[in-house]
Structure formats: C-alpha cells, structure tokens
C-alpha cells in the first residue's frame, strides 16, 4: 500500500510539473525552478536560502480575439543555459564601478496547436531574479495586441507591504504600510476619500513593491527596461495572496502592440535577509542595455537653486498676469496685460538666484514660469499652449544667459508639456535647439494633467514610448532630462544616462499641500528609487508655511537634521537645495552642508536600514577622500549606533555632525539642532539619538 501510495504521488508530481529545470544564483543562496504544469502552463517559483520566496506561480499572456492565447499547451523546445560577469562604469552613480553577475535559463517553449514559439530568459543574480518574455521572429506570430499579461508572484504568507494603490496616472501618494490581505479594505477607504483616482481595482498596487515576510525575508517587485511596452501594475488574488501582472491600458483599453521580433521588460523579485542588500543592489541597472551614448563628458551630477519653492507654497506664480489676457487672431497680446506682480520668474528675481548660487557654490538654477502660455492652461484649454521658445516680457532670456555666464552658472529650464505631448514633438526640436542657443543643458520636463490629444494614460506604451523619445531626442542635443509626472523609472539611466532625475513619487512639494508622512522618506529608497535616481527636491529649513505665504497653513513633517539627510540618504546625480535663499541665510551653519555635499560617489555602504522606520547610509565622494554619512528617521525617537569600520585604516578624521537637539521633533521642534565636530578613525563607534521625523548628516574630511 505504501508502495503503491509513493508511485502514485510521484506521477501525480509528474503529471503537474513536466520537465522541471533548476538554476541557482552564482553564491547558490537563490534557486528558480521552472517547469510546465499538466496542461501545457508554464510556472516557475523561487526559494532563498532554502526559504520559499514564489511558491509556483503562471506565467504567460492573454492576446486579443485570440482564443488561445500564449497561456498554455506549450511544449519544452529547448532549454540552455549561462553564465555572465562583468564589471562595468557608470557615468554617475552611488559607486565607481558595478558587477554584473549572473546565471541564465532561457527556455523555448512552443504552442501546440498554433506552432508559435516564445522564449522566457531568467537571469538569476545574487540578490534577486529577473525574467522577460521573448517573441522571435517566425510566420504564425508577427502582429499581436496584449490583453492582459498574467505573470504571477505566489506570496508565501500574508506579508507586510509598503504600497500605494495602482493608478494609471499618478504615483504621487504616501506610502500605506499593511499586511496584504488589508490591501482591498484599505484601497476601498482610500477611492472613497480620492474619487480622482483612476484605477479599477481595489486590489491593484504599484510596484516597485516593498514586503517583509514574517521569517525576515525582504521582497520587492519591479519591473527593469520598461521600454515600447506598458508599465506594470500588480492585482492581488487575497484569497490566496497571488500578485498577477496588470497592465497599463491605453485610450482603447488595449495593452500592448507588439510585432516580433521583440520582448517585455524584465520583470524583477529583489530577495534578502537583509534591508540593506535590498537598498544597495544593482540589478535593475544590470538588467538595462548598456549606454547607447558613446561620448558623455557632457554628462554631469548637478546641484541646482531654483525659482520654484515659492511657487509651490504660493509666494509667487507661475503665470505673467492672473486674468486671461487679450487674445487677437489666436496670439496672446502680453502689451495690453496687466502683469500680476507676482510672477516668479522675472529677470530681476532671477539674477538674485544666479547670484545665490554662485556665491554658495551651485552648479545651476532652474526656472519655472519664464514662458507663455501659463494664463492660457490654468484657465483655459489644456492643449497646444507652449511653444517651449517664447518668453513672458519680464524674462531676458539673452540677458539671464550672459549674466549666469559671468558667473560661472548653468541654467536649467523648464518644459511643461500640459499632458500635450504630441504638441511637445511637435517643438521639441526647435526647443532643445534654443535651449543650445541659450546656454541651456538640462530641462526639467512636465506632464501634469491629462496626456492628450485622445486621453491617454501616463503609463500606457503610447505615452511610454513619447517619454523615451524625449529623452532619446535630448541625447542627440547633448540636453540632460529630468522628467516629472512620466513613468517611474526602471534603469533605463544606464542606457540613457543624460536621464539624470525623475520624480515619479510623492515628492517635496506636497509638503506644501498638507504635507507627507513623516516617515515617507524612510520607504522611498525601498520603492521607488529602486529604478532610478528621484529629484526629491530637499533642503527645506522653513517647514511654518504660513511664514513665507500667510494664505498657505501647511507644514513640512521633517526636522532640519533630516532635510540634511536627505542628500545622502535618497541618491540622485541632480540634487536641488529647494527653499529661498533668504532661509538659507537664516541658518548659516546647518547650510554649510548643503553646500559641502557631493552628488557623485565613489563608494556607498548602507549602515543600517528597516523600511518606514530607518535609513542610515555612508557615501565617498568622487575624486576625494570625503566621506558624508546621512541618517533619516520615521515617527519614533530613535538612537543609532554607528561604527566608522568603512574609513581608511591608519588615517585620522574630522567628523562635522549636524543633529536633531534633544528636544527636536519634526511637528512641535523641527528646527532644533545641533552642530559638533569629533575626531574620528576606522576604529571609531558613535551613537546618536535621532528625533520622530528626523535625523542627521555627517561631513567628514581627512585630517592631512
């Protein structure tokens, strides 16, 4: 009975996982496991450490008025596999160089039925896994449009998750930390309160998505090179707390349209039992082409003032006049309107940034508001109001040039598109051409509002593809892109590294409109910065808002020490010192670290980490032996205990820190602080209490 029990077991295993192949990471801590079910599906699942991270989960994709889809009925053509190691150099970044390691599965299975054949490539690295679905050229599978992809990450328990709610259009929320099956109650509160919000599911999150098993595994879900396809959502089955794939639709629902040869992005599972491993990896860049730009000595980190603080909290405005002015034959008559006396980026206002930077050092200053058409998009119609050339009366573009020239500045400009992004390609030539004409290298790109002409979504392969063409458009001009509102990113700044910043997330400035959890910068680096650098927009000292605009009553839910943190703590190669100068000024000593800073590294090592409760992280700055040390800190009070093991043995330091005060909190105490100077060596221990929604930063210089 036995006997017959073991044989019956073992063809029913059989009979449920045909042909399984196994690949393990280069350290043999990961192994994938793919194999077909009974019916012809294609299933993998991953284990760490003997741990279950996947338990089997589908893979496949649902093609329109295609009954049979790439789903099942597949057959094992072949499999092969590989290995790679490289070290590579990015232009800018946390290190110096990056190690490209891994083993390769790639598994060709074809459709019984249909004769079509796709291939599915699992690259298996030391922190986590990346796979994508390939489709090669061949005669019965050449045009096609996705439905729905259904891949599917079989959780193993009801983890803890760092999320926001899936949403065509916005990334712009705090972060929601809950077990997976408090997803549904929770979205479902959340689309009460938020009836903009545009998705469909109550179940839907974003990734790059951030869990913590009750074991002590760290997961995170992404996705890497989201090129000519849409991006990726997730829809979790709480029942069985099964994540599937949920594509962005474009105007027409449709999902993707696709002619092989071609491929999806990778889609990524970041493991570890340690929060740090997940903050330091590589992989999404790894999983990423290398630069497509053979000469980028243009190419460089920036640190930037700018004329938009004050705009964001109300101070002054973005348009030329507040009413409507006179419009003849279609052209906006400016000699007949009444300026407003608010506008933000007049050429006087502009020479006191520029003055602002070069005095304290900076490498630029943006400005926002310097064209027309502002009147016209606040109050009128959204579509084809920029020309992304012509500047309001008040702004000397020739004479801001010379005068930023004198002094050594760069000038960043500012496109916003309005969502319009055929009228964008319509310009985007003769705008990044006056920009070169002008002095201009760097452009912050915006895509706030609905995409238009036929209402696209932000995320959607349409508007995918438009973001890509900009930034691939800029190359050819030698501009660097910062683009806000488009797709959050997954790598691709390696491909294009002129892609120095996105915003993609819930950024500083909604501290202007009724704030940001305190703890929202402890679980960005863990989400979404996993793709990509994030023009977070820190180093704001005044959080009392009402104090630069008594009609706004927000306030920033950060102490000073923290908002020094953040240019460690949150990597970017485009860094802003985002409030006024005349709040700088107030605060002489704690400015001195803004303006000490790096923005490039050769080395990063993360001190110590847990998502949505605490960051610590220690960085070289490139071309020196200067070290900075950035602690960020969520709601409770908190003391770190540092060692300085990442120094150079046999030299002495000086260590400047800049501290919460005993009596810091980021709500009643923001701006208490403390600044000390300590000797330090490799062999050095330190402790430091951090407040609620604070933190601190550290400079520190060899002693010669």
Not at 163 to 178: A, F, L, M
Not at 211 to 228: C, P, Q, R, S, V
Request: charged fraction near 20%; proline fraction near 4%; aromatic fraction near 12%.
């Amino acid at each position: 009975m036995k006997q017959f029990l073991f044989i019956a077991l073992f063809w029913l295993a059989l009979s449920n996982n045909v042909f399984a192949q196994q690949l393990k990471s280069p350290d043999e801590k990961l192994v994938l496991s793919f194999s077909l079910q009974s019916d012809g599906t294609p299933s993998y699942r991953l284990n760490y450490k003997d741990k279950v991270v996947l338990k089997p989960s589908k893979l496949g994709l649902e093609l329109k008025n295609d009954p049979q889809s790439l789903l099942n009925n597949f057959t094992i053509v072949t499999t092969t596999t590989s290995s790679f190691d490289e070290t590579w150099k990015p232009v800018w970044g946390e290190t110096a160089t990056i190690q490209n390691q891994y083993n390769e599965l790639a598994v060709t299975l074809n459709q019984k039925g249909t004769d079509r054949q796709i291939v599915i490539r699992f690259r298996l690295f030391n922190d986590g896994l990346g796979f994508r679905y390939e489709f090669p050229a061949q005669k019965n599978l050449t045009y096609f449009v996705i439905k729905e992809e259904r891949t599917q990450f079989a959780m193993n328990g009801d983890h803890t998750a760092f999320w926001i709610p899936g949403d065509y259009d916005t990334q712009e929320y705090d972060y929601t930390t809950s077990k997976l099956s408090e997803i549904r109650s929770l979205n479902e509160k959340s689309r009460t309160a938020n009836v903009s919000q545009t998705s469909f599911s109550t179940t839907g999150v974003q990734t790059s998505l951030m869990m913590k098993t009750t074991d002590g595994l760290y997961i995170n879900i992404h996705e890497a090179a989201l090129i000519n396809y849409s991006c990726m959502h997730l829809n979790l089955d709480d029942k069985n707390m099964v994540f599937e794939s949920w594509l962005t639709p474009d105007a027409v629902g449709d999902k993707g349209y696709m002619q092989a040869p071609n491929h999806s992005p990778w889609r990524t599972v970041l493991v570890s039992d340690d929060a740090r491993e997940i903050l330091a990896s590589k992989m999404t860049l790894n999983l990423n082409e290398p630069s497509k730009i053979e000469d980028t000595s243009w190419i460089k980190p920036v640190k930037y003032v700018g004329v938009w603080w004050e705009m964001i909290t109300g101070k002054s405005s973005w348009a030329y006049t507040d009413a409507f002015p006179t419009v003849q034959l279609g052209i906006t008559d400016f000699a007949t309107a009444k300026p407003n006396g608010k506008h933000g980026a007049n050429t006087q206002n502009v020479k006191k940034y520029i003055d602002f930077a070069a005095e304290n050092g900076f490498d630029g200053v943006l400005v926002e508001g310097w064209n027309e058409g502002w009147e016209d998009w606040f109050g009128h119609s959204k579509d084809n109001v920029f020309d992304f050339v012509t500047p309001y009366p008040d702004f000397d573009v020739k004479g801001i040039h010379e005068y930023a020239k004198s002094k050594g500045i760069k000038m960043i400009m500012h496109h916003e598109t309005s969502g319009s992004t055929r009228n964008y390609e319509r310009y985007i030539d003769k705008a990044y051409q006056f920009m070169k004409d002008n002095g201009y290298d760097a452009v912050k790109s915006g895509y706030v509002g609905n995409i238009l002409p036929r209402g696209e979504n932000h995320y959607s392969q349409w508007t995918v593809n438009h973001y890509q063409y900009a930034i691939e458009k800029a190359a050819d001009y030698k501009i660097m892109v910062n683009a806000h509102e488009a797709v959050r990113p997954t790598g691709i700044c390696r491909t294009y590294p002129n892609l120095i910043g996105n915003e993609a997330a819930r950024g500083t400035e909604y501290q202007s409109f009724g704030g940001s959890k305190p703890n929202h910068v402890t679980v960005l680096p863990f989400t979404r910065l996993i793709g990509g650098p994030m023009d977070y927009t820190p180093g704001i000292f005044e959080m009392d808002l009402s104090k630069i605009n008594p009609e706004n009553h927000s306030h920033v839910n950060s102490t000073l020490a923290n908002q020094l943190a953040l240019y460690v703590t949150m990597y970017s190669p485009l860094q802003m010192a985002a409030d006024l100068p005349e709040n700088y000024n107030r605060f002489p000593d704690a400015f001195q670290f803004i303006k000490d800073v790096a923005v490039d590294w050769t080395d990063s090592k993360y001190l110590e980490a847990e998502p949505g409760q605490y960051i610590t992280v220690a960085r070289k700055a490139k071309k020196t032996n200067q070290w900075f040390v950035g602690n960020v800190n969520g709601e409770t009070a908190r003391t770190s205990t540092l060692k300085f093991d990442f120094l150079e043995k046999g030299k002495k330091y000086v260590a400047t820190i800049y501290a919460d005060a005993k009596e810091a909190h980021y709500k009643t105490n923001p701006q208490a602080y403390t600044i000390r100077k300590v000797n330090v060596t490799n062999k050095s221990k330190w402790s430091q209490l951090s407040a609620p929604g604070g933190g601190y930063a550290i400079s520190i210089v060899e002693v010669k």
